[in-house]
Every structure is written in structure tokens, then in C-alpha cells.
């Protein structure tokens, strides 16, 4: 059975600080996602992650994949507010939308 | 915008009785998804279909049952609800190609709460 584990499960940090969310999965896997969660509402995609080694950027969000390692970072750059949000990875195992969520990381961006 | 749509966005029913959830997916995508969240956990996987018929289930109970049309909308139906069954209900779409890097999208959701 497919495990997703995400570190810290509860993240608090000031703004301008940087910091790395860790997901660990159990299965080899192709396919490796990162999802924002606001309170109360539904899942923004942020990033889809394809092979080993990949990298993607978006805004003070880079995300990384090792496969090798079953293991994927989300690292925040010099946080602000807006980014208070919980951030899930999830992995997919099979081509369509089956994915296996972690619990999410609730990350609090202090002023 | 996903181009996800889900129907209702709440409802409250009593337990025992049957719900019907729609998901309305993106155009031209032809596998939809079926997610349950808990509150404070993560989105868990129900089932998904593929050209109208199941393809894949979580670990959730035959009372737990779906349909996907012609046009890819589908359904998500729960029978004798359960107080434990209160949850958001989030449907997904995306294109069903083996090692597809496409991204899923998902619904606003549709949250249910058994009274």
C-alpha cells in the first residue's frame, strides 16, 4: 500500500524566512503533485513533477523531485502572508486522476 | 478557474438517507475522479472512471457507488449515509493517457454534513 508522508504537519514562520516542506513517498511513482488548500476551499495545483531530478518555480514556490529517493521538497522563499495555506503533496500511481494525498502541511506566514 | 464544476455546493441530510453529488469536467477530458476530505486530512480516493465505467477504487464501501456519462459528467451517489460520511466531496478530471504528466484539476466540491 502507497504511503505519502509530509513534514512539518504544522509549520509556523515569520515573513521574509525561508523554509523546506518534505514529502516522502513509498512506492516508485511517476508522478509526484503539489496542491494548495485554503480554508475552506478547493485544491489550486501548483506543480506537477515528472522526473527524477525535475524542478519547477513558480514565485517564492520551487518544488524538486528525487525519485530515487522517494522523496519531494516544497521550499518557500522569503515567505509572506498570502502564502498562509495548507500545502499537500500527492502521488500518482496509475495514468488518470488517482492520487495518494499526504496529510498536508498547515503553513501560518507571521507579519 | 478548473472548468471543474460540482453540484450542490452544501447540503445537510439525515443519516440513512441516500445523496446524489454531479461533477461536470473539463471539456475533453475523459477520466473523473471521486475524492472524500475529512476535515484536517487530506483528500482520500474513492474511485475513478474511465469511458463510463469504474476504473479503480479506494477503500470505501459498495454504499459508495458512481455513474460517468457520455459527456464525462458523472455522479457520485452514497447510500444509508453515515454520521462519519461528513466531509467534502471533491471531484477531479484529466485526461487519461498512460504516463500522462497532465495536470488534474479539481472541483470546488461539494461539502455534506449527516446529521
Known amino acids: 500500500e502507497l504511503k505519502v508522508e509530509q513534514n512539518p504537519l504544522f509549520l509556523s514562520m515569520q515573513e521574509g524566512k525561508n523554509y523546506t516542506i518534505y514529502c516522502n513517498y513509498s512506492?516508485?511513482?511517476?508522478?509526484l503533485y503539489w496542491y494548495r488548500q485554503d480554508p475552506g476551499k478547493s485544491l489550486e495545483s501548483l506543480f506537477v513533477?515528472?522526473?527524477?531530478?525535475a524542478v519547477k518555480q513558480e514565485g517564492r514556490l520551487m518544488a524538486s523531485l528525487d525519485t530515487k529517493a522517494r522523496l519531494s521538497t516544497l521550499h518557500i522563499t522569503a515567505a509572506v502572508h498570502d502564502l498562509s495555506a495548507t500545502y499537500f503533496c500527492?502521488?500518482?500511481?496509475?495514468?488518470?486522476?488517482?492520487?495518494?494525498f499526504g496529510e498536508g502541511t498547515q503553513l501560518t506566514v507571521n507579519p | 478557474e478548473t472548468g471543474v464544476t460540482q453540484s450542490p455546493t452544501h447540503l445537510i441530510k439525515t443519516r440513512g438517507q441516500q445523496v446524489t453529488l454531479r461533477c461536470s469536467s473539463q471539456?475533453?477530458?475523459?477520466?473523473v475522479s471521486w475524492y472524500q476530505q475529512a476535515l484536517g486530512q487530506g483528500p482520500q480516493f474513492i474511485f475513478q472512471?474511465?469511458?463510463?465505467?469504474?476504473?479503480g477504487r479506494g477503500n470505501f464501501p459498495p454504499r459508495f457507488s458512481g455513474l460517468q456519462f457520455p459527456n464525462y459528467s458523472s455522479e457520485l451517489n452514497v447510500n444509508a449515509l453515515e454520521l462519519d460520511d461528513s466531509a467534502l466531496y471533491l471531484c477531479?478530471?484529466?485526461?487519461?493517457?498512460?504516463?500522462?504528466?497532465?495536470?488534474?484539476?479539481f472541483g470546488e466540491g461539494s461539502w455534506l454534513t449527516v446529521v
Open positions: 512506492t516508485t511513482s511517476d508522478r
Open positions: 477531479a478530471s484529466s485526461l487519461n493517457r498512460l504516463s500522462s504528466g497532465n495536470t488534474i484539476y
Open positions: 500527492a502521488v500518482g500511481l496509475m495514468s488518470g486522476s488517482r492520487l495518494t
Open positions: 513533477l515528472l522526473s527524477n531530478g
Open positions: 472512471y474511465y469511458r463510463e465505467e469504474e476504473n
Open positions: 471539456s475533453g477530458h475523459n477520466t
